[in-house]
Nanobody, 123 residues
């Protein structure tokens, strides 16, 4: 069982930055593809970014491309989401997720989820 714990959320003004972290309990973390998703009130959970287990390939939703960067440090069992130029529409609970084998934009195929961290962007 992989446990994921997100941190780094908070309240920031539009145009600001935050870095989210997701720490995994599993020593085989490096074999998992990782993803970030978000869910705003009244909306469905949506894909934000994903990274392969090697860290070589990264994928982004069009809405965050050029502003967010996903990365990982397998030595620390941690995946990050650097968020720059934040907008009020980025306000949501952000979740990290893990799955074995390749990445995916679909939440349903991820095996493990964190509890989420709130990101609020004021205008």
């Amino acid at each position: 069982q992989v446990q994921l714990v997100e941190s780094g959320g908070g309240l920031v003004q539009a145009g600001g930055s935050l870095r989210l972290s997701c720490a995994a309990s599993e020593r085989t973390f490096s074999s998992f593809a990782m993803g970030w998703f978000r869910q705003a009130p009244g909306k469905e959970r949506e894909f934000v970014a994903a990274i392969t287990w090697t860290g070589v390939n990264r994928y982004y939703a069009d809405s965050v491309k050029g502003r967010f960067t996903i990365s990982r440090d397998n030595a620390k069992n941690t995946v990050y989401l650097q968020m720059n130029s934040l907008k009020p529409e980025d306000t949501a609970v952000y979740y990290c997720a893990a799955k074995q084998s390749g990445t995916s934009r679909y939440a349903d195929v991820y095996d493990y989820w964190g509890q989420g961290t709130q990101v609020s962007v004021s205008s």
